[in-house]
């Protein structure tokens, strides 16, 4: 059974990094378009990077409130798609999903579990 599993999420306080972590069961990553989608209490769910698969140059997308402190990167060796963040701000809290598609921007195909990012003020 395909799935994707997430993990690294904490609780930080502004201004820290994290990196999260997205390892692909079942399923190679590297053929799939792979987002990391966040959503906060009440707030709907939003696109926070994604990473195309080999077909497309492995190209990156990110959200603009992310531009510039957000990474997001391949190891394919180990089947894993990251989220380096830095600088982080309140606002960047929610749970982390991590899901898998055949590019960026078409419906994703698999979605993780999640994983829980609180940062503090």
């Known amino acids: 059974q395909s799935r994707l599993v997430e993990s690294g999420g904490s609780m930080v306080q502004a201004g820290d990094s994290l990196e999260l972590s997205c390892a692909g069961a079942g399923l190679s990553v590297d053929m799939y378009g792979i987002a990391w989608f966040r959503q906060a209490p009440g707030r709907a769910r939003e696109e926070v990077s994604c990473v195309n698969p080999y077909i497309k140059d492995f190209t990156t997308t990110y959200a603009n409130s992310v531009k510039g402190r957000f990474t997001i990167s391949r190891d394919n060796a180990n089947n894993k798609v990251y989220l380096q963040m830095n600088n982080l701000k309140p606002e960047d809290t929610g749970t982390y999903y991590c899901?898998?598609?055949?590019?960026?921007?078409?419906?994703?195909?698999?979605w993780g579990k999640g994983t829980l990012v609180t940062v503090s003020s």
């Open positions: 899901a898998a598609g055949p590019y960026c921007g078409y419906d994703m195909s698999y």
